[in-house]
């Protein structure tokens, strides 16, 4: 079937470029003030419809005056701007143990947060009930009410069929599998719903924040589990069933033995994250209850959990030399709950990625620590929503909605 979208779409590429308002307001989302006719220079399109495209963007109130350009003889001509603040989205970060809410305009600018630990083996309703009540108080904190939501972005940990938002089998989420998140949602809220895995949307948040001149991205997630992100040419790669850069279960050399929680042998995961940690250490006598107190004790100085640490990056490595090798990517960014622990990780991650990939591959490549840190995928989860929803065929919808009768 042919969607409207669809059909706006094909219907821009007949009449050449920048020929719809939706198209136009792609130059705006710089934040650069413009008058119409800089607008018309740099389109070149006619100024009467330069005029006819801003007042419908600034009828949905997408654009808004943004004082006067300097005038050369009569009145001074108006300048237009994006306005960001006119829409809000919902943001939040589904983990294995805690769980995360926003509230950011369209620029992605976190204007409340709420944070709290949360096992997301409660159940889909338990945590889903907990974003909206969380959201709904956000929203209240700062003068602003759902009408005012462009969209909802959610992260969980585990596979999502993303055309659906449903989670696929998610081996840490009981009770998920298949469960409709979007109409769940949508119950309490109407807006747009998108969901995903946390890990891509974090890969979206590291890249628009800190990496935004990189098109070629692998962002890895070390924590309870292990999955990577892929930015490639710029586009998040999902795959075709959404399960592109599930790294943990790829087998590691010398891995043979270690059992993993998926039933098979010698997993990345069953090596090299946080529980795999955790149970290394307990073996030597060393008392830690998750990753996150791994990585503490190597920074008091605990040798073994440095040396555990250093292995895990080397495990890692391995897994990333073969990934280096196929997609090239420009840089890696490790991230996580284990990335606090910096170059005791990378140090291994490198030692391995470095000796095992094609030097061409290589020459250029930097593996570095996140600098989103936990705030990736908020961002990640908001920034997937803004560019939905404010991309040159919805905003073509809706001005096309507003302008009907």
């Known amino acids: 079937m042919v969607t409207t979208i669809q059909r706006q779409e094909k219907a821009s590429s007949e009449g050449g470029i920048l020929a719809r308002a939706g198209d136009l307001f792609q130059l705006l989302r710089d934040g650069k003030a413009r008058t119409r006719a800089e607008l018309a220079e740099q389109t070149g399109l006619a100024r009467t419809t330069v005029a006819a495209r801003i007042d419908a963007l600034t009828g949905l109130g997408l654009v808004g005056p943004a004082g006067e350009a300097a005038s050369s003889g009569g009145r001074p001509p108006s300048k237009f701007a994006f306005n960001a603040g006119v ?15 926003a509230v950011t305009d369209l620029n992605g600018v ?16 338990v945590v889903l ?36 938002g449903r989670p696929v089998k998610p081996p840490i989420m009981p009770g998920w599998d298949g469960f409709d998140v979007v109409g769940y949602i949508r119950k309490e809220i109407d807006a747009e719903v998108l969901v995903d895995n946390d890990v891509n949307i974090m890969a979206l948040g590291e890249r628009h924040t800190h990496w935004n001149s990189y098109d070629d991205l692998l962002f890895v997630k070390l924590a309870t589990g292990v999955g990577a992100g892929i930015i490639s040419s710029g586009q998040l790669q999902r795959g075709a069933d959404g399960t592109s850069g599930d790294l943990g279960h790829v087998r590691v050399p010398g891995g043979d033995g270690v059992l993993c929680r998926c039933g098979n042998t010698g997993c990345l995961e069953a090596l090299a994250a946080g529980p795999a940690l955790v149970q290394k250490l307990a073996a030597q006598g060393i008392q830690a209850a998750s990753g996150s107190e791994v990585v503490d004790l190597a920074a008091q100085g605990n040798v073994q959990a440095i040396h555990a640490l250093r292995q895990a990056g080397r495990d890692v490595g ?88």
């Open 87 to 101: 829409r809000l989205v919902l943001a939040a970060d589904v983990g294995a143990s805690h769980a995360a809410v």
């Open 110 to 125: 976190v204007l409340a947060r709420h944070s709290e630990k949360l096992d997301v083996a409660e159940g889909p309703e």
């Open 129 to 164: 009930s907990w974003i909206v009540e969380n959201g709904r108080a956000l929203l209240k904190e700062i003068g602003r009410s759902e009408a005012d939501i462009a969209g909802i972005g959610i992260g969980v940990p585990g596979p999502v069929e993303h055309g659906s």
């Open 318 to 405: 391995e897994v990333l030399a073969i990934c280096v090798n196929m997609l090239n990517p420009s840089v890696i960014v490790v991230g996580g709950s284990l990335s606090r622990a910096g170059d005791q990780l990378l140090a291994g991650i490198r030692e391995t990625v470095y000796a095992r990939s094609l030097p061409l591959a290589t020459s250029r490549l930097r593996i570095e620590q996140s600098k989103a840190g936990p705030e990736a995928a908020i961002l990640g989860a908001s920034r997937m929503v803004i560019d939905h929803v404010l991309s040159p065929a919805v905003v073509e919808s809706a001005v096309a909605a507003a302008a009907r009768p």
